[in-house]
C-alpha cells in the first residue's frame, strides 16, 4: 500500500504543475515519491517480481499524469459528432507506455550498476527520449518537462541559451539530487550532509531563476524595424461549418472581418491554419488562376503596401512516380496527388510563397508507421476530426520577406509551435519575427487550446523574436520577445487583433546550438551503456 501511495502523490504531484491550470513549482520534487518507491521495491521488499511492481506503478502514474493533463483531447469528434474515444485513448496509453519503458529502464540499470551511475542513467535516458520524442512519427511532445514553466516566462529568460530541453535537465537533476539527499540521510544520518546537499539543491532552483529575472529587467535587445500586424480570428466551428460552407462565403466573411478592422495601414494581415478554402482543397499547380488567391491580391490591392499571409488546404497533382512524394496516392490511371497543410504569402503581381507544414499531428495528419501500425488500427487513427490521409510535408522551413518592409515571418503552422530546435530553422532562413498560424478550435472549450498559446511563450524566449498568433477560434495573441503576452482575444469570438510587432535580427545562443543538452545527454547515455557493458564483460570472464 505504500508503494501506491507514493505512485498516486507523484502522479498528483506531476498533474498539478502543468500549465496552464498548475503551479510549476511542484515539479521540482514530483518523480522523487516515483524514486521512492522503485528503491522500496528493489532493496526491501520481499515481492517475486520485482521488475513487473516497478513497471505497473510506474505506469500507472503516467496514465493519471496523461489524462489529467491531456485529457483534453477527448474534446475532438468523429464524424458522427460523437466524441473520440480513440483520439485520447491511444495517446494516453501509448505515452504512459512510453514514460514507463524509460523508467523500467532506469530500474534495471540502477539495479546493475547502483543508485549512483542509476540515477546518472535517469537522466541521460529521459533526456534521450525527450529528444527521440521530438523526432519520431509517433511525436508526442506535449508533457516534456521543460515545458512546465510556459505560464512563468520571467523566470525562464535563461532558455534563450539552453531551451526548454534545458528545462528539462534542470528538472530531473533537482528531482535526482532531492532523492539522493533523503537516500543519504536515511542511510547516515549526518545532519552536515544534510545542510550542505540541501543547500546545493536550493542553489540550483535558485541561480538560474536569479539569472533570468536579472535578464528580464535588462533586456535591451534593440529592434530592427516594427510591422503593423492584424491578426484575423474568422470562428468557424471546425465540425459545423468549415468544411460544409461554400469556400467564396468563408473568403468573404474573412475578408470582411480584415476590412472592417483595417483602421490604419496594415503591413500583415495574418489569418489561421486551413483558413481557405473550407471544404477540398486548392492546386498548387493554379495557384494563379485561383479565384480565392486571386480574391485576396484584388484585397491587398486596395490596401498598398500590405501582405497577407494564410494557412490553406493545398494539393499537388504528380504525372510522374519517380517524382513524387511518398505520402501521395493514387487518384486515376497514371495521376497520383499530394495534399498539404499549408502556408502562404500572397503579394499582388508577385509569385506565390509557399511553406508545407512540416511537423504533423500524429493520427489525424500523418499516420504514423503505417505499414505496420494499420493492419492493426485499420482507420481508426485517421477519423479524429482531420484529414482521411497522410499529408506530405517540407524537408526545410522558409522566412517569407515582405518586399515592402524590413518583415520577414516565420511561418509556422499550429503542432509545430511545440518543436524548440525545429522553430529555430526559420530563424536561421532569416525570419525577424514568428507568425504562427493555428486551429485550435478541434478540442472545444478545453485546456488545450491554452496550452498551446501557453508553450509558444517558450519559442518567443528562446529564439528572442516576438509572436503573431492567429487562432481560428482563438486565442490569437501578441507575444513579446520575452514571453509575455501582450495582447489576446477571447475563444470563440469572431474577431481582430491589431498588433505593432517588432523586429529582431540577432541569434540567440539556442537558436545557433539548438537542444545542446539532449545531445550531450546521448552521448552520456551511450557511454553509460557502454561502461555497463565492459564491466559486464569483465565479470563474465572473472567466472570463465
Known amino acids: 500500500m505504500k508503494y501506491v501511495l507514493l505512485t498516486l502523490i507523484s502522479a498528483m504531484l506531476l498533474s498539478v504543475s502543468w500549465p496552464t491550470y498548475g503551479v510549476p513549482f511542484f515539479i521540482f520534487f514530483a518523480l522523487v515519491p516515483l524514486l521512492m518507491m522503485e528503491h522500496g521495491i528493489s532493496k526491501f521488499s520481499d515481492y517475486k517480481r520485482k521488475g513487473w511492481m516497478v513497471f505497473g506503478l510506474s505506469y500507472l ?3 493519471i499524469w496523461n489524462i489529467v493533463t491531456t485529457g483534453w483531447l477527448y474534446g475532438s469528434k468523429n464524424p458522427d459528432g460523437s466524441h473520440s474515444m480513440m483520439a485520447v485513448v491511444f495517446p494516453v496509453l501509448v505515452n504512459s507506455l512510453l514514460y514507463s519503458v524509460v523508467f523500467q529502464c532506469y530500474h534495471w540499470y540502477k539495479n546493475a550498476q547502483g543508485t549512483y551511475w542509476g540515477l546518472a542513467f535517469l537522466i541521460a535516458i529521459w533526456m534521450s527520449f525527450e529528444k527521440f520524442h521530438l523526432g519520431w512519427e509517433l511525436t508526442w511532445p506535449w508533457l516534456n518537462l521543460g515545458n512546465v514553466f510556459s505560464e512563468y516566462p520571467k523566470l525562464i529568460q535563461w532558455y534563450d541559451t539552453l531551451g526548454a530541453t534545458g528545462g528539462s535537465f534542470w528538472i530531473l537533476l533537482i528531482n535526482v539530487l532531492i532523492f539522493y539527499t533523503i537516500r543519504t540521510f536515511e542511510a547516515g544520518r549526518k545532519r552536515k550532509d544534510l545542510i550542505r546537499n540541501s543547500s546545493i539543491i536550493v542553489g540550483l532552483i535558485a541561480v538560474p531563476m536569479i539569472i533570468s529575472v536579472v535578464k528580464y529587467n535588462n ?16 470562428d468557424l466551428d471546425p465540425y459545423a461549418e468549415k468544411y460544409s460552407k461554400d469556400s467564396l462565403t468563408i473568403e468573404n466573411d474573412l475578408l470582411a472581418l480584415a476590412e472592417k478592422n483595417s483602421t490604419t495601414a496594415i503591413d500583415y494581415y495574418i489569418a489561421p491554419e486551413t483558413a481557405l478554402p473550407g471544404r477540398g482543397s486548392i492546386s498548387e499547380t493554379a495557384f494563379e488562376k485561383s479565384l480565392l488567391l486571386n480574391n485576396i491580391k484584388d484585397f491587398l490591392s486596395r490596401h498598398q503596401g500590405s501582405v497577407f499571409a494564410t494557412g490553406i488546404s493545398s494539393h499537388h497533382l504528380f504525372f510522374d512516380p519517380a517524382k513524387m512524394p511518398k505520402e501521395a496516392y493514387q487518384i486515376n490511371q497514371g495521376v497520383w496527388v499530394a495534399s498539404y497543410n499549408t502556408a502562404i504569402q500572397l503579394v499582388p503581381n508577385q509569385k506565390v510563397q509557399v511553406y508545407h507544414k512540416g511537423k504533423l499531428v500524429p493520427g489525424v495528419e500523418i499516420f504514423p508507421y503505417m505499414s505496420v501500425l494499420k493492419p492493426i488500427l485499420g482507420d481508426a487513427m485517421l477519423n479524429l476530426g482531420g484529414t482521411v490521409a497522410s ?110 510587432v517588432k523586429l529582431y535580427d540577432t541569434m540567440t545562443f539556442y537558436t545557433r546550438a539548438g537542444d545542446l543538452l539532449s545531445r550531450f545527454s546521448l552521448f552520456a547515455l551511450g557511454f553509460l551503456l557502454f561502461y555497463f557493458l565492459i564491466k559486464w564483460f569483465q565479470a563474465k570472464t572473472k567466472k570463465a
Open 391 to 500: 499529408l506530405s510535408t517540407d524537408k526545410e522551413r522558409v522566412a517569407f520577406a515582405n518586399p515592402y518592409n524590413k518583415g520577414k515571418i516565420a511561418p509556422i503552422i499550429c503542432y509545430e509551435s511545440i518543436y524548440g530546435e525545429f522553430v529555430t530553422d526559420y530563424v536561421k532562413k532569416g525570419a525577424n519575427f514568428l507568425g504562427i498560424m493555428t486551429n485550435d478550435s478541434w478540442w472545444g472549450v478545453t485546456e488545450g487550446h491554452k496550452q498551446l498559446l501557453s508553450y509558444a511563450r517558450l519559442r518567443a524566449i528562446e529564439t528572442r523574436r516576438e509572436i503573431a498568433r492567429a487562432a481560428n477560434s482563438g486565442i490569437s495573441a501578441h507575444i513579446n520577445a520575452k514571453g509575455e503576452i501582450e495582447a489576446d482575444t477571447f475563444y470563440g469570438d469572431q474577431t481582430a487583433l491589431f498588433a505593432k
Open 61 to 63: 502514474c503516467f496514465v
Open 219 to 234: 533586456f535591451n535587445e534593440k529592434p530592427s524595424g516594427q510591422v503593423n500586424v492584424l491578426m484575423l480570428q474568422p
